[in-house]
């Protein structure tokens, strides 16, 4: 028996209510079409046969859908199905054609379309009904367009529309996970449970596709367009377990572009992809950083070529490649002007592991890389505001650097981070300084900054060689080595600069000297050491022709005489050098290095007016006292010893000629009395020997060459004691036979 079913223009509104559309979901127009045949069989002893052919059409068709977060409409210029010997009594597989033509998704209240799909074409459908299998053959999209938003609240449009769909599981079973990491996995319903429903897609292409990104978080930010966009898929199992194979090919912002070829597979998760994405904007993007940067994005471009594989459970990340960063400008929004900008940083060789952790990198190229540094009005830095602080930190401003205080906290155990970098190089760099904090305001510029940093590792450091330039006329160099990534930080580093203009830092001197700088150059040699987080630096400061200018009002000078300061500093040539000592433990969490040197620099100026003869020894290089000379009690000759330091003195003095000394005599009347009276009996002693020899008619000696034995001492002080003329009685003095020494040399 055969049946034809021949429908033209059949209106579904008046079917409406007899349709199984779900609750919320209207139906608001659509027409249908049909041109099909029914062929019915039935032999003796068999199984009847029906089969179904021909056409099917739907014909301006509108949907209306309200449950979902953003109500939309969609839709559908024509939908063509063509039935090949369906059998309906599910005996044999089914097969189909269709194809779809001006396909849209509007949402209410707007006009245009948030997915668009002119034609699609879905050849060699196949339904087995007994497996419960559906395999598409080959399916084409045509022009598909797609536009996305992300609103000011951060939600997405296009998620929103599906919301309620993304959010469940029908007919599968959660299997318990037999690892705490790795994706989820889903396995048949056990027997006695229907069977589930499977799908296939042998062949997917998306051709000449087109997808709109706006943000609207960010103010005046250009939507990301990626136009065109063509995608192959093949053999796509919708259970995930065995891979599909891709590639994709776009163009993003018309300048940008990416190629992929690969695998993928979700169950477990497992994929490898070779990419080539070349000058990808990422201005449109950064609204996904969230709060977590305060600074804009103006321009900036990313390009990578490489592979990326990852499997296991846990998964297992692998990354090789390498990677640019080009055209970078990030704007200041507090002070209106740009922070950080660079043309090109340049990352070759780049190789990522995530289990065991390590990253590995031969080289990275910075050129033409700028920082804009500035110290606001209030005293805060810049740099800090392109991340936002989340920490709670409070700052306080000493001696115009801003210092973090942070709570006490025990020290943790830092582990060494295994990242290994062959080398870092720098080429025509710029760092512009302006301190606003300061009145008036400085500025600096250090430019023409080139040099590099070898092998970094955490078990190694790495050497570092900087030079530039300072406001075109002063050169500096660091040299050294450092080592960010093992367990403790270490650093040993050496700069030096020359002849910087001192009088560029008036600011500063009129605010904490009370000073403006008439002239003078700087230079300067600094180690800087860091082992274990404890600090060790030496700071040689060397000023040439340093004269004060006119004296500035500031609450904030320091109370010392600076005359007096500079000329025991300053040389017969006009020239001052010292050394700043620092030490200090970064383990500290109150340490400021800042404030160290200012605090140091400050104790310089208090020691050169409140102990001028110390500083004079240490500039000397001596290290002994010069504030006072010591003569032997009842002596008047100088030492060897007080000559050297007369001498030192003599020579710091000669090399000051701003300097006047004083000198003050004084003598101690209570030992040079004693001593003197003993210098007076030791002479009537050696003068009695000598009397002695001369009445013998013997060759004497001279007083000074005369020597006194302890047998004739006692002799000696006897005929003195006799012969000299007490004011006390004769029972009083006594005889010589029965008077000790001691009583006799007091006596005397």
Not at 123 to 137: A, M
Not at 408 to 432: R, T
Not at 459 to 468: C, M, Y
């Amino acid at each position: 028996a055969t049946l034809d079913l021949k429908l033209n223009n059949i209106d579904l509104m008046q079917m409406k209510e007899y349709s199984p559309v779900p609750i919320g979901i209207n139906l608001l127009t659509g027409y249908l079409d049909s041109n099909l045949q029914l062929i019915y069989t039935q032999e003796a002893d068999k199984r009847s046969k029906m089969f179904l052919s021909g056409n099917a059409s739907l014909r301006g068709l509108e949907f209306e859908n309200k449950t979902t977060e953003e109500p939309y409409n969609i839709n559908l210029d024509q939908l063509d199905v063509m039935l090949i010997d369906v059998d309906l009594s599910g005996q044999k597989s089914a097969k189909l054609v269709m194809e779809l033509a001006g396909a849209s998704l509007v949402h209410s209240g707007e006009e245009r379309p948030i997915l668009s799909l002119p034609k699609l074409i879905a050849n060699n459908i196949y339904i087995d009904s007994l497996q419960k299998n559906i395999v598409f053959g080959m399916v084409k999209l045509d022009q598909f367009k797609a536009s996305m938003r992300r609103k000011e609240d951060g939600q997405l449009n296009l998620i929103q529309s599906f919301m309620p769909y993304l959010v469940k599981k029908i007919g599968q079973k959660k299997v318990e996970k037999r690892k705490e990491v790795g994706p989820e996995v889903y396995e048949p319903a056990p027997e006695g449970v229907s069977k589930l429903w499977t799908a296939e897609i042998e062949s997917l292409k998306i051709v000449d596709a087109a997808l709109n990104f706006e943000d609207l978080t960010l103010a005046k930010s250009a939507p990301v367009v990626v136009s065109p966009l063509n995608l192959d898929i093949y053999n796509i199992d919708f259970s995930g377990v065995d891979p599909l194979n891709m590639a994709l090919q776009a163009t993003i912002n018309r300048h940008g572009s990416i190629e992929t070829n690969g695998s993928l597979a979700w169950s477990p998760w497992a994929f490898n992809f070779v990419i080539d994405a070349k000058d990808i904007d990422l201005v449109s993007l950064q609204g996904w950083a969230g709060d977590h940067l305060n600074a804009l994005l103006t321009r900036g471009k990313a390009s990578f070529e490489g592979e990326v594989k990852a499997d296991g459970e846990p998964l297992k990340i692998r990354l090789d490649g390498k990677s640019k960063f080009s055209n970078f400008n990030f704007f200041d929004k507090g002070s209106a002007a740009d922070i950080l900008r660079w043309k090109e940083i340049d990352i070759s060789g780049i190789r990522f592991l995530s289990d065991p952790f390590r990253t590995d990198i031969a080289s990275i190229v910075i050129s033409n890389f700028f920082v804009n540094v500035r110290l606001s009005p209030n005293g805060e830095i810049n740099i800090k505001n392109i991340v936002r602080n989340e920490n709670g930190a409070e700052e306080r401003i000493t001696y115009g650097i801003p210092v973090t205080e942070y709570s006490e906290q025990p020290k943790l155990k830092i582990e060494a981070l295994p990242v290994h970098i062959g080398k870092v190089e720098f080429k025509e760099s710029n760092i512009d300084f302006n301190d606003q904090f300061i009145k008036p305001n400085y500025r600096a510029n250090l430019t023409n900054i080139t040099g590099q940093i070898s092998s970094l590792a955490p078990e190694n450091p790495g050497e570092l060689r900087i030079k530039g330039v300072v406001d075109k006329s002063a050169p500096f160099e660091i040299t050294g080595e450092l080592n960010p990534f093992g367990s403790n930080l270490f650093l040993g580093i050496s700069a030096k600069i020359t002849g910087i203009d001192l009088p560029i830092f008036s600011p500063y001197s009129g605010k904490y000297l009370g000073h403006v700088i008439e002239k003078g150059k700087l230079s300067a040699g600094i180690n800087f050491d860091v082992k274990e987080g404890e600090l060790k630096a030496e700071n040689r400061i060397f000023l040439d022709q340093f004269t004060l200018g006119k004296k500035i009002e500031s609450p904030d000078a320091l109370d010392v005489p600076l005359s007096l300061a500079i000329a025991l500093l300053k040389n017969q040539r006009g020239e001052i050098g010292f050394n700043l000592p620092i030490n200090g433990s970064f383990n500290d969490p109150n340490f400021n290095l800042g404030g160290v040197i200012t605090d140091t620099f400050v104790n310089l100026l208090t020691k050169a007016v409140t102990s001028p003869f110390t500083l004079l020894s240490s500039l000397a290089g001596d290290g002994e006292e010069l504030s006072e000379i010591d003569f032997l009690p009842g002596h008047g000759r100088m030492e060897p010893e007080i000559e050297r330091r007369l001498q030192i003195l003599s020579k710091a003095l000669a090399d000051r000629p701003g300097l006047k000394l004083e000198i003050t005599g004084y003598a101690d009347l209570g030992n040079d009395l004693n001593v003197l009276k003993r210098e007076i009996l030791d002479h009537k002693i050696m003068a009695q020997k000598l009397l002695k020899s001369v009445e013998k008619i013997e060759s004497g000696d001279s007083s000074q060459d005369i020597s006194i034995k302890p047998e004739e001492y006692e002799e000696f002080l006897k005929l003195i004691y006799e012969e000299e003329k007490f004011d006390i009685s004769n029972n009083e003095r006594g005889f010589a036979n029965s008077t000790s020494i001691s009583e006799m040399e007091k006596l005397i």
